[in-house]
Structure formats: C-alpha cells, structure tokens
C-alpha cells in the first residue's frame, strides 16, 4: 500500500472538497467562503449564463440534520420573495451526494464592512431600515431569522440591501409553503464552534440544550434564545437582534459600550436601542414595523415612542427640524429690530 | 419538490450499512470477528505507530502489541463499552491502547491470549518505513494533545491509504489505469513541478482528458474513503463529525 506523506493528505483533502458539478448547469468558478455548514462558490448556469452563489455541503447524504437544514434554508428563501432577501434559484443533490443549492450570486459588502464607507448617522439609518423591511416581510410570512447579525446582511453596490444566511430560520406558522415546514426541526443540531470576525471580536458559538439548540452569535442573539429556550422563541427574538444591529450601526459595538470619539450618541436612538434589546421580551417594540417607526420618525425629527423627552430636549429637537425657519425668522426680527433703530435714531 | 428530488445522487450513495461497532457487538461470533478484522485493516497501522512513537517499543515487540491489542478488544469485549455520545471511536482506541500497554508492562510478560486468530495481513516492514518518513517533532513529546493529533494524522492516512487502494484496484478493473496513475503523478506525489500541461504532454493526452481524469479520480476517490469512513460509524452524526474531522472541513 502507498505510503501518503503530509503533503499528499493535503492535496487528497482540498480535491475531495471541491463539488462534483457533473450533469448539472453550473460550472465551477471559485470558492468564496466556508460556513458552519458546508461551502459556498461562485458558479456560472451555463444554461442562463450568469453567476450564481453555490452552497453545498460538505459530507453527502439528504437525511442528516444539515442536509435537511439546507433543504429547509433553501425553501425558507423560495417563500420569501422580497427585494431585501436574497432568492433561491435551484436546489437539489449533486452526483457526490451532497445536497446544495444556488441562489443569486451578491456583489458588495458585509454590513460591517460596507458601513466604514458610511460615516452619516442618517445614511446608516436608512441602510438599518431597508433591514428592517426585509424582516418585517419574514415575519408577516410566520419566519423568524434567529441570525440577524452585520455579517449576515450584504449591501450590493447600487445600496441594495439583502439579508442573507436563513438557515437558522424558524418557521412560526402556515404562510410558508408547506416544504418549507415539513423540514423544521426543532431538534437537537450538532455544530461544532465556529470562529466568526464580527466586528473585530464576536463569536458565533453552538450549544446544545436539553431541549432546543442554542445557536446564534453572542451580542447579537436574545437572550431568550441564548437560554435555548426555543420553543418560545417569537419575533421579540429577531427585534433584540435587530436592535443589537442599530447599536452596532451606531456604535461599531453590538453591546452598550462607549461611543467612538468624537461622536454622541442621541438619547432616542440609544431609547429605540435599549427598547429593542431589553431584556425581558414584554418591553421591547411589540413588532419590526414599530421599531422601524420609532426610526422613521427619528429620521424626520419628530419624538420617538421609546423616549419621554424634556421640555429642553422638546426645544432642541423642535429647534433642529425647523432650524432653517427659525433662523429665517430671526434674521427677519433682527432686521426689523435694526431697521426700527436706525429709524427712531 | 418532492423528496425524491433529492435522491439523484442516491443510487451511488446505498443506505447506510451494519457499522463495524454494531457487528463488533452481534451475537453471531462470525459477524463479530469479520467487524474487528475490518476494525483491525483500519487501525493497526495508527495503534503500531503510536505503540513505537508513544511507547518506544522496539519493532517486535510493538508488533506483537498491536496484534495482541486487537485481540484483547475481542476477547474483553472492550468496544461494547464504547460511547459515541461521550468520545470519538479514535480517541477511546487510543486511551484503550495507553491502558493495554501499560498493564502489559505491569503484569511484565506477554500475556498468552486466548485462540483467536486476526485474519489480517499486517505490513509490518512497511509501516516502519513510513514511521522512518514521517515527520514528528519530538520536542512535542509527551504533551497530550500531541499525541492525540499524532495518532489522528496517522487514522487518517490509513483510511486515505485505503481508499487509495480501493481506487487503484477500481481503476485496474475499469482499465482505468492511466487514470490513476494521472491521479498518483499529480496528487499523491505531491510535486510542486508537475501541471496538467506537463502530465498532457508525457501522457500525450488532451489537457482536457487529463482535467477530467484526475476530477474522475478525486470524486471516486472522496466516495471510497466516506463509504469506508461511514462503516466505521455507528450514528449519522458520527460520521458527519468525523467526515468533516478526516477531511479537515472545520479547520479550514
């Protein structure tokens, strides 16, 4: 028998990972990441002729815990036709045996790193918005994401914004097709730790329960489902998330944590924080669309449900949003008083 | 989509076979000494690696250790108090041979053992040639986790070596033999200096051909060694994890 040196292990290793693509429309073009579950390329359809994004994964089989995990993530997308959520071209198994699927292949960046482009608060309010819609149609259709996190939204080149990786998604009720609900187990997945950069130092991290699995990204994930307390998981879960993001959006940190210099935090947009990441389910926005409100009108100068002002912070906010008249206005009494003066000299 | 849809790849993927940990435990004395013997094709050359590096034994006596090993794993039945829950099968090996080694040292002689024969030829000679090739730090010596990657790097070469035979075999049944031999000259040589153009030309063959036989060669080859792997695993879940640890999926 032939003896493998070290190098030819690793050789035999990389060729084993590569896909077989044969009898399939998709020819392969390079290997863009490695996630918990498996690999995603670039591919070209060949029939359509344009790139899509390959995932697939590692090991073969379609009735394993990831296969069907996969196959679930792949019919979560098929149900959520919404510009802010990527689409799922294909699904099916390779001639290898492992299940993958495709879906539109997105040029741009992760949210963390496109947002070092974006030094306006507003400008990454209204990226935070466009997040917000997405979930908000998840939700409207009985999906939780359960992942929400910046390395799982993608911001294309024109500003398009698309949340990606479903495949923690947890499926409330009927409005997804049915495939997608035959294939959601609340079972037990094994995964091992992955080590995720977000931000610098977050960690995405897997554990396993007595009665649930707890997966998601610490800072980012509610602390309900940081419990594994799946079964009770609702759309509060996705709001702590989503809250977590706005923070990091304006903060650069998921967590309550000093705000870069230079820069301060407005006392709404850290209420409409602390009200989206509170920790008991019951105080946070009751829906996405209400925490999008809350933003909204932030954005248009109004008060934010989430903050009683002061009558000082009423005339600070109510001087900004009608800074343009208010100057107007003095500068015309001002004129007057003068004008008043030179005449009665 | 049906569920069939995703069974196109099925036919060459046949459902999960009896483990060799679920036939190490039959009741059938036949069925249980084919599982070890299979057990035995996998591991020895990993547990006489490990029994030379680990123990120092000289060569005979590692060798006569190995042996006894997997009979003492027959004889005492050792693999029905294997959990997949708590440890990995490699991992339980391993602990199962410091602890044999050590009692032999203790009891000072070889035990005689009972009158079970390994149906299983073992090249000794030649897995001292690939100690002698193999490269160890000896300064790493004896911390824990150097010897649990020692003995998980030599798992996988044995099971890689395997599945290399399997295809060898495959392609001299098929007249594939050109095809593996593509496959030996460009992956298993590991030649930086060797390319497609250059295998092409020696083997005055399209680049195109040469493309395809070593895509041929590597899809086969990944399907032997995960069929190999899968008969070693008693659970779905423990192949998936140890798939993924043989071909390092979570480390890159």
């Known amino acids: ?345 | 989509m049906s569920e069939e849809d995703f069974q196109h790849g099925g036919d060459r993927f046949p459902p999960t076979r009896r483990s060799v940990i679920e036939a190490v435990r039959s009741i059938d004395a036949e069925e249980r000494q084919r599982a070890l013997e299979a057990l035995c094709v996998a591991y020895w050359k990993p547990v006489y690696k490990y029994v030379r590096w680990r123990w120092h034994r000289p060569a005979d006596v590692a060798q006569d250790l190995t042996q006894g090993f997997f009979m003492e794993l027959l004889e005492r039945e050792l693999l029905e108090k294997f959990d997949t829950k708590k440890s990995r099968l490699r991992t339980y090996l391993r602990v199962c041979v410091d602890s044999f080694v050590s009692n032999e040292d203790k009891a000072g002689r070889r035990q005689k053992r009972g009158g079970n024969v390994l149906h299983v030829a073992l090249d000794f000679a030649g897995a001292e040639e690939e100690l002698g090739a193999t490269v160890m730090d000896p300064a790493l010596i004896p911390s824990p986790e150097s010897l649990e990657e020692f003995f998980e790097k030599e798992w996988v070469r044995s099971l890689f070596a395997l599945a290399v035979e399997d295809l060898r075999e495959m392609c001299v049944a098929r007249e594939r033999e050109r095809t593996f031999h593509l496959f030996e000259a460009y992956d298993l040589e590991g030649s930086e200096k060797i390319s497609y153009q250059q295998l092409s030309k020696e083997y005055g063959i399209s680049m195109t051909d040469v493309t395809n036989a070593l895509a041929w060669a590597r899809r086969e080859f990944r399907r032997i060694a995960l069929e190999r792997l899968r008969e070693l695993c008693s659970t779905e879940e423990e192949f998936q994890r140890e798939a993924r640890a043989a071909f390092g999926w979570d480390a890159k």
Request: with cysteine; charged share 25%; proline share 5%.
């Open chain 1, 1 to 345: 028998m032939k003896f493998l040196s070290d190098k030819a292990l690793e050789r035999l290793r990389d060729g084993a990972e590569t896909p077989d693509l044969a009898g399939t429309r998709y020819r392969l073009l390079e290997r863009l990441a490695r996630g918990g579950m498996g690999v995603v390329y670039a591919a070209e359809d060949g029939k359509l002729r344009r790139r899509v994004a390959l995932k697939v994964l590692d090991v073969p089989g379609t009735d394993g815990d990831l296969a069907n995990r996969l196959i679930r993530e792949a019919r979560v997308l098929a149900a959520l036709e919404h510009p802010g959520i990527v689409p799922v071209h294909d699904v099916g198994t390779l001639a290898d045996g492992r299940v993958f699927y495709t879906m539109k292949f997105v040029e741009g960046n992760r949210l963390d790193k496109y947002i070092e482009t974006v030094a306006s608060f507003p400008d990454r309010l209204r990226i935070f918005l466009r997040i917000c819609d997405a979930v908000a149609f998840a939700h409207a259709r009985g999906v939780l994401h359960r992942d929400l996190k910046p390395a799982n939204i993608m911001v294309g080149p024109f500003g398009e914004v698309l949340v990606m990786d479903w495949g923690l998604a947890k499926i409330l009720r009927g409005e997804v097709s049915s495939g997608a609900r035959e294939a959601d187990p609340e079972a037990t997945v094994f995964e091992k730790p992955k080590q995720t950069n977000i931000a610098g130092d977050a960690t995405e991290i897997s554990v396993v329960t007595g009665h649930g699995t707890v997966m998601g990204t610490p800072g980012y994930m509610s602390p309900e489902q940081a419990r594994g307390d799946v079964e009770h998981l609702d759309a509060s879960s996705d709001i702590y998330s989503l809250g977590a993001l706005l923070r990091f959006l304006l903060t650069g940190h998921p967590e309550i944590a000093p705000v870069p210099s230079g820069r301060r935090l407005d006392k709404s947009l850290a209420a409409i924080c602390a009200k989206s990441t509170a920790a008991a389910p019951a105080e946070r926005y009751p829906s996405v669309q209400q925490l999008a409100l809350d933003v909204s009108r932030y954005l248009d100068g109004l008060a934010v449900g989430a903050h009683r002002e002061s009558a000082l912070e009423k005339a600070g906010r109510f001087y900004r949003r009608y800074r343009f008249f208010i100057l107007l206005i003095a500068a015309y009494l001002v004129m007057r008083v003068a004008i008043l003066l030179f005449i009665h000299r």
